[in-house]
């Protein structure tokens, strides 16, 4: 039963640099089909995905983030990581780290989530 | 860039089934995908590929497609049930993106 957990700092300044990691626990099935993926959610506001690197360390990004994301896989210590680029308030949000499966070409879907971490853009 | 569309709020009393619809054009020919949030939780998957669900979701919940609108379907409510839910699809191919539908409240009267 894989597990997710993400981790880092909570408040990061405008135009600073936002990082987290999310630790992979368990099974973590390095089959071609998986992938990992952030995902944040404003408070009271929709889910947004931000990205997913795949186990060959293949990214890709949404349109609307894309010249500011940057994620990695470190297969070694089981974790991968975001880096969010000149943050505004804009950015304040829960982030969620998700296991993907990839269907094909036709599909995609999380079926494992962390349980998210607060990132709060202020000064 | 691809749009899902989903009312704000559904209500539905105990015992009854809650019908929640996504819109989004030519939604028929993609793979839709469900998840439940409750609040403070994270998101946990209850219906993928349309229609099936992932081990420990209870048979209450599936889901259906049109050519224009896709449904998770909840028989049975209970009050547990109650909760934000979220449909998703899969965009793009060359420059693949993952869009979420902005929500739906399910309230159990």
């Known amino acids: 039963q894989v597990q997710l957990q993400e981790s880092g700092p909570g408040l990061v300044k405008p135009s600073q640099t936002l990082s987290l990691t999310c630790n992979v626990s368990?099974?973590?099935?390095?089959?071609?089909?998986?992938?990992w993926s952030w995902i944040r959610q404003p408070a009271g506001k929709a889910l947004q995905w931000i990205g997913r690197?795949?186990?060959?360390?293949?990214?890709n990004y949404n349109p609307s983030l894309k010249s500011r994301v940057t994620m990695s896989l470190d297969t070694s210590n089981k974790q991968f990581s975001l880096k969010l680029s000149s943050v505004t308030a804009a950015d304040t949000a829960v982030y969620y780290c998700?296991?993907?499966?990839?269907?094909?070409?036709?599909?995609?879907?999380?079926?494992?989530w962390g349980k998210g971490t607060t990132v709060t853009v202020s000064s | 860039s691809y749009v899902l569309t989903q009312p704000p709020s559904v209500s539905v009393a105990p015992g009854q089934t809650a019908n929640i619809p996504c819109r989004g054009n030519?939604?028929?020919?993609?793979?839709v995908h469900w998840y439940q949030q409750k609040p403070g939780q994270a998101p946990v998957l209850v219906v993928y590929?349309?229609?099936d669900r992932p081990a420990g979701i209870p048979e209450r919940f599936s889901g259906s497609k049109s050519a224009n609108t896709a449904t998770l379907i909840i028989s049975r409510v209970e009050v547990g049930d109650e909760a934000d839910y979220y449909c998703?699809?899969?965009?793009?191919?060359?420059?693949?993106?993952?869009?979420f539908g902005g929500g739906t409240q399910l309230t159990v009267l």
């Open positions: 368990g099974d973590s099935n390095s089959s071609a089909t998986v992938s």
């Open positions: 998700a296991r993907g499966q990839q269907v094909l070409l036709y599909a995609f879907y999380m079926d494992v």
């Open positions: 590929d349309d229609s």
């Open positions: 030519n939604i028929g020919g993609k793979s």
């Open positions: 998703q699809v899969w965009d793009g191919i060359t420059d693949p993106d993952v869009i």
């Open positions: 690197v795949s186990g060959s360390g293949t990214t």
